[in-house]
């Protein structure tokens, strides 16, 4: 019979792996029409995987490689915009879970790209996720290891040609897990776009006596502060369900205003994730007797 810490962690793994499935199978892999959002920010991710290609003058930066198998997807949505896949400089991502770093070897093998990752999230991206907190033992959330050429920190920016990215350091969801910032110019206007990492508590996380990762709950505490710190005009994340996407994109043209600039549903987001992440917190609290 299983010793019950063993059947637990073996329930949690059967969990996460059918999550996997599920979301492979759902909208992971389905193409979504590329399109820009503002300025000079486009979308080329997938249905369930966010991907966003910042041109510029000297080139062009694509935030999150996604899964390996997104890698043409990403490609032909970029070429379907008229711009060159070959063209991509820089190689960001939001944290290092394999739904949006697997495919980086591969952009950086097709392009040269430099890639450029948050510090506490460059070893689990150079040890292909062995080293997650979470999911190094897990062999489906695993991905191929991939040589960091600049390690960022807290307030880093990334510059190519006219645009300026800020790296914020919002941890929690991984260690290194990265919101980015910029200001771009639409129609005569200045807007702030944020690119939120992950604000997830994923099933299974434990927020209370984490051995592996002992400050995970005043991480998300960071986390929280900065991302309601931020001022926002044009709200985006890892996932497209982060900021609506589908019904956004539905409203384009439909009317006067861009329905990607949405700096309300920026502020409800981030309450509701708190919100969550509270709930979620005194639950594990209680469980543990503190």
């Known amino acids: 019979m299983l010793r019950p810490k063993i059947a637990f962690a073996l329930i949690l793994f059967a969990g996460f792996a059918n999550h996997l499935a599920a979301q492979a199978s759902n909208d992971w892999g389905e193409p979504f029409p590329p399109h820009r959002v503002i300025g000079n920010v486009y979308f080329v991710g997938t249905r369930g995987l966010a991907s966003y290609l910042i041109t510029t003058p000297e080139g062009s930066i694509l935030i999150n490689s996604s899964l390996e198998s997104s890698v043409p997807m990403i490609r032909a949505s970029i070429e379907k915009l008229g711009f060159k896949f070959s063209d991509v400089k820089i190689l960001l991502i939001s944290h290092a879970h394999f739904d949006h770093c697997a495919g980086s070897f591969l952009v950086k093998e097709l392009t040269g790209a430099r890639y450029m990752v948050m510090e506490p999230d460059v070893p689990v991206v150079e040890d292909g996720g062995k080293g997650d907190f979470q ?119 439909k009317g006067a205003e861009n329905p990607f600039v949405d700096p309300a549903g920026y502020r409800a987001a981030v309450d509701r994730w708190e919100q969550s992440y509270r709930r979620e917190l005194a639950k594990q609290t209680a469980a543990a007797g503190k």
């Not at 645009?163 to 919002?170: G, I, P, R």
């Open 135 to 253: 999911y190094g033992k897990t062999p489906s959330a695993l991905f191929k290891p991939v040589k960091v050429d600049r390690v960022l920190h807290d307030g880093d920016q990334v510059k190519l040609g006219d645009t300026v990215l800020v790296a914020h350091l919002t941890p929690g969801h991984t260690k290194g897990c990265t919101t980015w910032t910029m200001k771009v110019k639409d129609a005569g206007k200045t807007y702030d776009v944020v690119i939120v990492g992950s604000p997830n508590v994923n099933p299974g996380y434990k927020l209370v006596n984490n051995s592996l990762y002992p400050q995970i709950a005043s991480e998300y505490e960071k986390m929280f502060r900065v991302l309601k710190s931020l001022p926002c005009d044009v709200f985006l994340g890892a996932h497209g369900n982060y900021y609506g996407m589908e019904a956004k994109y539905a409203k384009m043209g």
